[in-house]
């Protein structure tokens, strides 16, 4: 027993050298000294493996100690040095099998490599790859052999770089990114996690200035370690593995990566959309790319960064800790940054929804707030994730949250401030000075740009803060601060500095313009007429001294100009628009930023042009203006390069017009509206009514078909079918678009004009009353069941709308508004013809060769304004234009009606449903929301710029004498106010919401209103009907009390009825007289029967018989009818001595001409003659139209 015990067992050889092998694999090195024992025993023939397995252990034991070196581990690290001679000896050694060669090789490189000897490193590594293979009657070493490949990769890697040979090293990490070694045991994922993060990093750096070429390397090391990444987790805690001191953290990989896609993305290179092996990774776009192949390539770029995104979010957030008070965590606040930076590019104009997958832009930017909002949770009080939290809710249209963050940071950073001015020490992780100025300045131009009243307070209270910053006392530099702390006892602590002796020029500019325009809009809104004049002129030197230390700031120079012309100084508004437009052309033509600084550029000029045109027209130079009305088309490029192609939307077909937003686009169609407005006045109203189609096309260009503004919204219930329209045949449906129903009736064909008109016309007279009986409206209930409301007696039978009143039966409930626009429809219909199907009379068709297919409403299938409210006909009613109408609903039975609230029959309810989730859809596809404003405000903003057209053309069409057409034009706008209103009544139910504008641009709903009517009573003064005008006018005030073409138009009839050019009532119109059988007149027998009962001013001769009249009693007490006339005169001075003293009218010529008409008949002469000097000021300087007009964003373009 004791000689064959003792002998070598072949089979358990195998065994133990497996058993060994696997031990390496797995890093178990407490296991490695026995096995190597054992295999010696039974299998001596692999004893240079044994001899590899031991110093392995003893390596791993050495470099797992702690890297803050002390003398005992320095010792342990050298002492590997007296493994070296028996390696080499057994790498010589006779009879030794080539994979055990090259193991005991690479642990020799191994150990040189931890003493930092590089050479040695490189010189002792093995020549060339050896593939596992069996020998004899023993295995071959297969992990760990593919360990120590991985580990010579790496070690000639580190090794080369560190001797600096760049193209060798090169080829190393090319060849492992391509051939990554593998991850089947984890001594092996280690070595090739270590090679990949060391390749990656490497070639990160060399694209730190990047080419084509660098990138393409580095995106496919990248690649690689995210393949690496997905096919093997990270190793469990408790493992035995741990991380040496040569480990690059995986987290810096990550972000590496990210950093590297960024850079991609930002060099605007697109994925190769050729797919095949030997295909370069990236490529610069160009125009043979097909539109397909380009959407799929973004996509996959966007993708790609995506994932990386969470990846290294997770990471971070993971291995980051709350910092304390004292602290702050800069890297989560630079991810927050570059993240941010990223999104801005993605947001812009050369992505589009479909390239950045579901949801688009809007998801982009809800994603982009989950991860601030992660991030602040890693963060206290950070300034940088505040600032961005504002800038991004603003970006998706949520002004008032963007508000909320951007209040918080300014009481974060002024509180720092007021600490540092105390202690004199600047606030550890707070934003620079330039960096909250500049935030501070973008938070005023958001409130004068998209908000209303109050906006611009708080723009003017944040223009506060800002002058108080540029003055607060701050201390100096980093350096001098350092300088005194080490020279305490022969120098003083450096003296504070005012802020605005250390912020850059840039930052300057910046500010003193914020606060100029902050003060400038603050004065169109201040009701102090005192104040006003202080503001202008504070505004004035900010803007001036703004632009001393910025001159080509475009948007400076066009707040300087606007408010200069408004201050009567026209010529030195057009030298400063002149210098801008020709320093932003020179700018523009030396910038090689691409197609999007060019969009934007360009865009900022066309208001600066549009201004330019309009002092001129101030000093009745109409062909100059015109010519710059030309130039701001011009300056935009060829008719291609504007408006694109209609049939494609690729990047590089799409035109100028598709990358502004909607305020860029408003401002381009203003200045269409200008130049037919110079059109009328150099070749009348009938010329520039012939060229009023081309402004409905560019609107249709700019912002798509109208169709959309009129179909119903997912927010509004739909309870019952849409109405069906009468037949062709009855003339009633006739095809036509918004631009063949703007063209006069002179220029229609007879054919248009034979067309009958629908029957209601004939039976309903101009104020709304009609013969018959009245029609019963019918409006379905939540639950289904309809209810008879009472029909309208009075004289003006529309709605009385009043702001911030309740507005209908059941308050502020969507069911009052939808009734209300139902009720507005019908007294529409009874006025101009219209019946409930929506379908007018004598509509024209639109001309040969109009190419406006966008603007056609289908017979088939017509807008359907409010689809809460019910049809008050029947399905099976007959569809002619002849419809029968229910019976008159007269008082019902008591027991007849719906049991009260709270009853046993109608227990009381609450309505629990929620809200329209985000994005709310205006139709039934999905929204576009813009990257400033929401769908529901961007939609507001549409309808509002439509109806600023369709009222325009009913201007024109007045002028020109075509009342009929200007009627039809003003019904086209109200259709629209209609549908508006019904969407936000059936959102909103609150008589606010209606009244006040909100954010984004547009007006609120009650100011379309009060337009719409307004223009209605310019039609009916011009139709000669006075008291027709009056009651439209009363209806403007009644939307909107400060309307000043509403106030100046009822103010004149007022004062017409003061000085009795009109009665004050209107007269009732005479019967005609029928002769009776009898002989007597019907009309003097209806004159007696009434004037006993009519009431009368005047007194009869038999009234006074018999009775003394006191001779001072006509002289003491006036008249009813003087009483009305002075009460007319006062109203009108009440209301125009108000309108002159807020924004909108203190500069209206009109007005202030109103107001001294108003004096001289209130008998104060002197008032009356400074009005009308100040009335010729104001003319010497007014353009055609009001400076307001020229961009919907004030003083910010």
């Not at 991609?264 to 030997?278: C, S, V």
């Not at 909103?988 to 100011?1007: C, I, P, Q, T």
């Amino acid at each position: 027993m004791s000689l064959t015990s003792k002998a070598p067992n072949p089979e358990k050889g195998r065994k133990y050298y497996a058993s060994l092998d696997q031990a390496l694999c797995n890093g178990n090195w407490t296991e490695v000294p026995e096995l190597a024992r054992k295999t010696d025993k039974h299998a001596p023939e692999r004893g240079c493996f044994t001899l590899t397995a031991r110093t392995e252990a003893q390596i791993a034991s050495a470099s797992h100690r702690p890297t803050s070196a002390s003398s005992s581990e320095t010792a342990s690290i050298h002492s590997l040095s007296e493994a070296l001679p028996k390696l080499k000896e057994a790498v010589h050694s006779r009879n030794v099998d080539p994979e055990d060669v090259y193991c005991a090789s690479t642990c020799i490189a191994e150990i040189y490599w931890l003493q930092d000897d590089a050479a040695a490193a490189v010189a002792a590594l093995p020549k060339e790859n050896v593939h596992s293979r069996p020998t004899g009657n023993h295995a071959a070493p297969l992990g760990w052999l593919e360990v120590c490949a991985a580990k010579a990769s790496f070690i000639r890697a580190a090794a080369l770089e560190a001797n600096g040979s760049g193209q060798d090293i090169q080829d190393v990490y090319r060849a492992a990114a391509t051939h990554a070694p593998g991850s089947r045991s984890p001594e092996l994922r280690r070595w090739t996690e270590r090679l990949l993060a060391r390749a990656c990093m490497y070639n990160f750096n060399r694209a730190l200035t990047p080419t084509l070429y660098e990138l393409n390397d580095a995106l496919i090391s990248f690649r690689a370690w995210s393949s690496f990444w997905q096919r093997s987790p990270p190793p469990a805690s408790g493992s035995g593995i741990s991380p040496t001191r040569v480990d690059i953290p995986r987290r810096e990989v990550w972000k590496a990566y990210y950093d590297t896609l960024s850079v991609i993305l930002r060099h605007e290179l697109i994925y190769n959309p050729r797919t095949d092996q030997n295909a370069e990774l990236l490529v610069v776009p160009t125009e043979g790319v097909y539109q397909q192949q380009y959407v799929d390539a973004k996509s996959r770029q966007r993708a790609e960064l995506k994932r990386v995104e969470a990846t290294y979010e997770s990471l971070l957030l993971n291995e980051t800790q709350f910092p304390k008070a004292s602290q702050s965590n800069a890297e989560v606040e630079r991810w927050v940054e570059e993240a941010v930076g990223n999104w801005r590019v993605l947001c812009g104009p050369e992505w589009s929804d479909e390239e950045l997958g579901e949801g688009g832009k809007p998801a982009l930017g809800k994603g982009l707030l989950d991860i601030l909002y992660r991030a602040a949770t890693k963060t206290f009080h950070s300034t940088a994730i505040l600032r961005q939290l504002f800038t991004v809710h603003a970006a998706i249209g949520e002004f008032e949250l963007a508000l909320h963050a951007f209040k918080s940071y300014t009481e974060i950073i002024s509180k720092g401030k007021a600490r540092a001015e105390k202690t004199g020490k600047h606030e550890l992780g707070f934003d620079s000075d330039d960096l909250a100025i500049v935030t501070a300045a973008e938070a005023i131009k958001i409130c004068c740009k998209y908000g209303d009243r109050e906006e611009a307070e708080r723009a003017r209270d944040v223009g506060k803060d800002v002058q108080k910053w540029l003055q607060q006392q701050r201390p100096g530099s980093v350096d001098e601060i350092q300088a005194s702390d080490d020279n305490k006892a022969a120098a003083a602590a450096p003296p504070p500095h005012p802020t605005e002796s250390q912020l850059q020029p840039k930052t300057l500019a910046i500010a003193y313009s914020a606060i100029g325009v902050s003060q400038a809009h603050w004065a169109r809104f201040t009701y102090e007429t005192d104040a006003r004049s202080g503001l202008q002129t504070d505004a004035l030197a900010n803007l001036t001294k703004s632009l001393t230390y910025d001159q080509p700031d475009a948007e400076t120079a066009f707040a300087l100009a606007k408010l200069q012309a408004e201050m009567q100084n026209v010529e030195g508004a057009v030298a400063v628009v002149k210098r801008a437009i020709a320093m932003g052309q020179v700018s523009g033509d030396d910038n090689g930023d691409g197609k999007v600084a060019a969009v934007s550029q360009r865009a900022e000029l066309v208001p600066l042009w549009h201004l330019l045109a309009l002092c001129l027209t101030a000093g009745e130079d109409y062909e100059a203006a015109a010519q710059m009305c030309e130039a701001a088309f011009d300056q935009l490029g060829n008719t291609h390069m504007l408006y694109g192609s209609d049939h494609t939307r690729s990047l590089q077909q799409r035109g100028l017009v598709d990358a502004m937003d909607s305020f860029q686009k408003d401002a381009l169609l203003q200045v269409k509206i200008s130049q037919l407005t110079l059109v009328e006045l150099m070749e009348g109203p009938e010329k520039a009514v012939e060229s009023s189609e081309e402004l409905l096309r560019l609107y249709v260009r700019l912002f798509g078909s109208s169709a959309q503004l009129t179909a119903p919204t997912k927010s509004l219930s739909v309870t019952a079918s849409a109405v069906v329209p009468p037949s062709r045949s009855n003339g009633g449906g006739t095809l036509r678009s918004m631009a063949g129903s703007i063209r006069p009736k002179s220029a229609r064909t007879s054919a248009e004009k034979e067309t009958p008109s629908h029957p209601a016309a004939a039976s309903s007279g101009i104020d709304g009353h009609g013969q018959g009986s009245p029609i019963a409206i019918t409006v379905t209930n939540e639950n289904g069941a309809s209810e008879e409301k009472r029909h309208h007696h009075q004289h003006h039978d529309h709605h009385l709308h009043l702001p911030f009143k309740s507005r209908g039966h059941n308050g502020d409930t969507p069911q009052a508004a939808s009734l209300r626009a139902k009720r507005s429809i019908e007294t529409s219909d009874e006025k101009s013809g219209l019946g409930l199907d929506g379908v007018d009379k004598a509509l024209p068709v639109p001309p040969s060769g109009t190419n406006i297919t966008d603007y056609a409403h289908s017979a088939a299938n017509p807008p359907v304004i409010n689809n809460a409210v019910n049809n008050s006909v029947s399905p099976d009613a007959p569809t002619g234009p002849q419809q029968p109408l229910k019976e008159a609903a007269h008082n019902a039975p008591h027991d007849q009606w719906p049991a009260p609230p709270g009853h046993n029959d109608q227990p009381l309810e609450q309505d629990v449903r929620l809200p329209a989730p985000y994005p709310a859809s205006s139709s039934g596809q999905s929204p576009t929301v813009s990257s400033s404003v929401s769908s529901s405000h961007e939609r507001q903003h549409k309808v509002s710029i439509l109806v600023n057209v369709w009222l325009f053309v009913s201007g024109l069409y007045i002028r020109a004498g075509f009342f009929e057409d200007a009627e039809a034009a003003i019904q086209e706008a109200r259709k629209f106010v209609e549908a508006l209103e019904a969407e936000k009544g059936s959102q909103h139910a609150n008589a606010r919401e209606l009244f006040v504008k909100g954010w984004g641009g547009g007006k609120s709903v009650d100011a379309l209103w009060a337009d719409v009517w307004c223009a209605k009573g310019a039609l009916a003064s011009a139709r000669e009907l006075p008291y027709e005008a009056m009651s439209n006018y009363e209806q403007t005030l009644s939307f909107y009390p400060d309307h000043p073409a509403g106030i100046i138009g009822i103010s004149n009839l007022s004062m017409d009825i003061y000085e009795e050019k009109i009665p004050a009532e209107e007269p009732k119109p005479l019967l005609e007289p029928i002769t009776t059988g009898s002989g007597t007149h019907i009309h003097d027998l209806v004159a007696l029967s009434s004037s006993p009962s009519r009431p009368t001013t005047a007194k009869s001769s038999l009234a006074d018989a018999g009775r003394t009249t006191p001779p001072s009693a006509r002289t003491r007490d006036p008249t009813p009818a003087m009483l009305n006339r002075l009460a007319a005169r006062d109203r009108a001075y009440m209301l125009l001595s108000n309108l002159t003293r807020l924004g909108t009218g203190w500069d209206s010529s009109e007005a202030w001409y109103t107001l001294a008409r108003a004096y001289e008949l209130s008998k104060q002469i002197d008032k009356a003659k400074q009005a009308l000097w100040w009335v010729v000021e104001l003319e010497d300087s007014r353009p055609m139209r009001h400076w307001s007009e020229v961009t919907p964003g004030g003083y910010v373009l």
